[in-house]
């Protein structure tokens, strides 16, 4: 791990949609930045020394046993100074984050969502259904302590959601997601190119797109294809759609449904794609999604999914206490139920054959002068990405970050 500082603000890859941002408010984002970036690399590493030099020795002689679960480890861990420093700093960093990012975006909200309109109409690759009422996961939770989630407004059919979701990624990324955020679907990208070089998709819907960071690099990489974009969250889709529209997307379509009843008919879909969507729904949407993304698939098809990977049986206790945390204290609810999931399984029980599973890992995809050393930090999820990448490219890749599952129908 290098020591280099990140990229600056000033960094992030503008577009037509994106927001002033004053000089006080770049210095805000490059202090969260360097902030986040400092106690994940100097700080969270003691955590690690801490619980194994004295929480966990310490709890060996009071308790005549060792630690059994990652509860315990949490419950161990809260006491110790250092872990206290590290957790409290980390949550804030997020919590600044979305204040600074909303802070931003509701200064010029009107602006930003007149031209989001006038992007935005009379256009009919916008489909917007009131009828769609938000799941109570995102209903009723600031997700990683995003005021309102993903889909609420500060005036109506604003673009407040998805601007300041943005926005605040970098503080969170540092640039390791490249300049746009869209490293994710940049690497699912190659990934495809190199694993599956044929494939020439027709129809690809991506579902939980969010603002669409993600999906527009599928949408350049297969300028042929129809491609659908599905999220539940309009303000987010009002956005997303403009956005893509202010940088010359024209051929991706944006619907909001949700997950849980998609008004597509059997085998319209030679693609389906997730990318960190799972984690943030539920057991009950999982098995519905993946049953019903079966049916959508055409004969022949790929669902592939970049998310979290499940625990494994060999996953170190630290390890499951560290990629646990964010369920307790980030605002992710999901987190935990998923890691300890076991999404084979799943895919098999919505109607995958066993034999068309697979999974591997891909390496993030980022352009020079980004921060690369930060995107092997964002996930803590070594071991089983490890294995993953091993098995999928032979131990050949350095830099690995992204673990993905998948399936042909
Ligand atoms: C973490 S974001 C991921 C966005 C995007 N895939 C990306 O890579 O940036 C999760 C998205 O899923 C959406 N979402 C959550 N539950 C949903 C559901 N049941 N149906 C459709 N979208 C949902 C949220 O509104 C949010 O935009």
Redesign the pocket.
């Given at each position: 791990m290098s020591s280099v500082l990140p990229p600056t603000y000033d960094r992030v890859g503008r577009h037509g949609l994106s927001p002033d941002v004053t000089h006080d408010e770049t210095a805000r984002f490059n202090f969260l930045t360097n902030l986040n970036v400092h106690i994940g690399q100097k700080i969270f590493p003691g955590t690690k020394l801490a619980f194994e030099s004295r929480v966990a020795p310490a709890f060996d002689k009071a308790h005549g046993r060792a630690l059994r679960d990652q509860c315990e480890v949490r419950d161990a861990m809260k006491c110790d100074p250092l872990y206290q420093f590290w957790a409290a700093t980390r949550r804030s960093t997020m919590e600044m984050r979305q204040q600074s990012g909303r802070h931003v975006v509701l200064r010029q909200l009107g602006k930003m969502s007149a031209k989001a309109a006038a992007l935005n109409a009379g256009k009919n690759t916008l489909v917007l259904d009131p009828r769609v009422t938000p799941?109570d996961?995102?209903a009723q939770v600031d997700?990683h302590w995003m005021p309102g989630?993903?889909?609420s407004e500060a005036t109506p059919g604003d673009v407040l959601s998805g601007a300041a979701y943005e926005a605040g990624l970098f503080v969170t990324t540092a640039g390791s997601m490249s300049a746009r955020?869209d490293g994710?679907?940049r690497a699912l990208v190659r990934y495809l190119a190199e694993k599956f070089p044929d494939f020439k998709p027709r129809r690809i819907l991506?579902?939980?797109?969010?603002?669409g960071?993600?999906t527009l690099p599928i949408v350049q990489a297969f300028p042929d294809a129809e491609v659908v974009a599905?999220?539940?969250?309009a303000p987010?889709l009002r956005y997303a759609h403009a956005r893509s529209q202010a940088m010359g997307y024209g051929n991706v379509q944006f619907i909001q449904?949700?997950?849980?009843d998609l008004p597509f008919p059997a085998n319209s879909f030679d693609w389906i794609q997730?990318?960190?969507?799972w984690h943030?729904?539920s057991v009950a949407?999982v098995r519905a999604g993946l049953k019903k993304i079966h049916e959508m698939l055409r004969p022949g098809g790929l669902t592939l999914h970049i998310e979290q990977p499940n625990f494994a049986a060999d996953t170190p206790l630290w390890d499951r206490f560290t990629r646990d945390w964010d369920a307790w204290f980030n605002n992710e609810p999901f987190w935990r139920k998923l890691h300890m999931m076991n999404v084979f399984d799943e895919m098999a029980a919505a109607g995958f054959g066993r034999d068309r599973l697979f999974d591997g890992a891909t390496e993030a995809d980022i352009e020079p002068g980004m921060y690369q050393d930060w995107a092997s930090t964002l996930s803590r999820h070594k071991p089983e990405l490890k294995r993953a990448d091993d098995a999928a490219n032979d131990g050949a890749r350095k830099g690995e970050f992204w673990y993905l599952f998948g399936a042909w129908k």
């Open positions: 799941p996961y995102l997700n989630s993903y889909y955020g994710a679907g991506d579902l939980g797109a969010g603002v960071v993600n599905v999220d539940a969250a987010t449904a949700s997950a849980d997730t990318t960190m969507f943030e729904t949407t």
